[in-house]
């Protein structure tokens, strides 16, 4: 499965920190004005994300990011 996690602060970066352990997620694509610092010591399995520049006050950037293959949107803005 393809998530697309909205927002990689501190709560998103927890969210992808325990996707990034499951088995059952192929893909995980951050969004966030600015890239998170996922150190690799910390989170396995970082070939599974990516990331994408976000604005999350732009409803049509928003709206174009969202509208994605991804399986699931978590929205941690």
Do not use: W
Not at 5 to 21: T, W
């Amino acid at each position: 499965m393809k998530v697309l996690v909205l927002g990689c602060g501190m709560q998103g970066r927890a969210v992808i920190f325990d996707l990034l352990k499951s088995d059952m997620i192929t893909e995980i694509v951050g969004a966030d004005m600015v890239e998170p610092p996922l150190d690799p010591s910390i989170y396995s399995h970082l070939d599974k994300f990516s990331f994408v520049k976000i604005d999350g006050n732009d409803r049509a950037d928003l709206s174009e990011k969202m509208d994605c293959d991804a399986d699931i949107i978590v929205d941690m803005l």
